[in-house]
């Protein structure tokens, strides 16, 4: 195995290991539970449909940004916004540590610097489905009975920066998360097979 490969792999073990690092959050909600990578995915779905919404983004870069964004919580952990009033986690010396010999170091660093400055609408739109990850799911225990999370929605819409992103939070303070598979109560449940399905 070259030295290329192996440095290449400790890369991806490290990048695995997000989905064991638990976003911390949800220890003040009291209810919920995710892992970084979980997250993640989340707001890669929504950056793309972001990128699709808005007019001019380039939805390569921002998809990597979205992907990327909390690769630094691999070494650091997710700190809260509690955490972040006292801790200092060094995130963009954590990514740098983290890329060092790789051979697209000098992408990821430029992705890092790019979500750092927060500017480009890219930036903007990837921080913005990173918001409206946490919104969905506080949207879902909110709708099951979690009071706290309606207070948590309020304020997230507040950090929304893009024109897509506040159309979608406007929808989703209506939406119910559970409507796109228990629309049809009748037909789905007392009849689960399609007449075309049915068995004989």
């Not at 989340?42 to 998809?63: P, Q």
């Not at 540590?97 to 750092?116: C, K, M, N, V, Y």
């Not at 969905?136 to 207070?151: C, K, N, P, S, T």
Request: hydrophobic share 45%; net charge negative.
């Amino acid at each position: 195995m070259s030295a290329s490969d192996l440095r290449i792999l400790d890369f991806l073990f490290e990048a695995a290991s997000l989905k064991r690092t638990p976003r911390t959050g949800y220890q003040f909600l009291g209810r919920g539970h995710e892992n970084v990578a979980e997250h993640s995915f989340g707001v890669v779905m929504i950056a793309f449909v972001l990128g699709r919404l808005s007019e001019g983004a380039d939805s390569e870069k921002l998809l990597k940004l979205a992907l990327f964004h909390d690769l630094a919580e691999a070494r650091t952990g997710d700190l809260n916004y509690v955490n972040k009033r006292y801790v200092n986690s060094l995130e963009t010396k954590a990514v740098s540590d983290a890329i060092i010999g790789l051979p697209f170091a000098e992408e990821l660093a430029a992705l890092r610097a790019e979500w750092d400055e927060g500017r480009s609408l890219e930036a903007r739109l990837a921080g913005d489905a990173d918001q409206l990850d946490m919104m969905l799911e506080l949207r879902r225990l909110a709708v099951h009975g979690w009071r706290q999370a309606e207070d948590w929605l309020f304020y997230a819409e507040k950090r929304l920066q893009t024109a897509a992103a506040k159309n979608l939070a406007r929808e989703l303070a209506r939406a119910d998360p559970d409507h796109w598979w228990f629309e049809r109560k009748e037909e789905l449940w007392i009849n689960p097979h399609p007449p075309e399905e049915a068995v004989t």
